[in-house]
């Protein structure tokens, strides 16, 4: 669900923000979040679909707990992309 791919997004930035490294927040690696799934969800970004890498950190991730971080979207990142990870890589949708 957008929510979801939302809170995805906004644990990405909050971890890059805050120079958090090796925490796992919502069953998610925060390193393999942001080093993985950034360029995809970026402002002006023109991957197809996400890299198997960004696919592999939100695999296994708590989405009811990332719901939590939805309403920390920042400025650029595209959110209809956001949205987009957990359909692109075969996940399916869950709702907040």
Do not use: W
């Not at 890059?16 to 090796?22: C, D, L, Y």
């Not at 950190?57 to 707990?65: D, M, Y």
């Amino acid at each position: 669900s957008a929510g979801v791919a939302a809170a995805l997004v906004a644990l990405l930035v909050v971890a890059a923000a805050s120079g958090a490294t090796g925490y796992h927040v919502c069953n998610v690696d925060t390193d393999s979040l942001v080093n993985n799934c950034r360029s995809y969800c970026a402002v002006g970004s023109n991957e197809a679909s996400p890299s198997g890498a960004c696919c592999g950190a939100v695999r296994g991730a708590n989405f009811k707990c990332l719901c939590k971080y939805k309403g920390l979207l920042p400025k650029g990142i595209d959110a209809n992309r956001a949205m987009q990870i957990p359909a692109k890589c075969g996940y399916g949708a869950a709702s907040c």
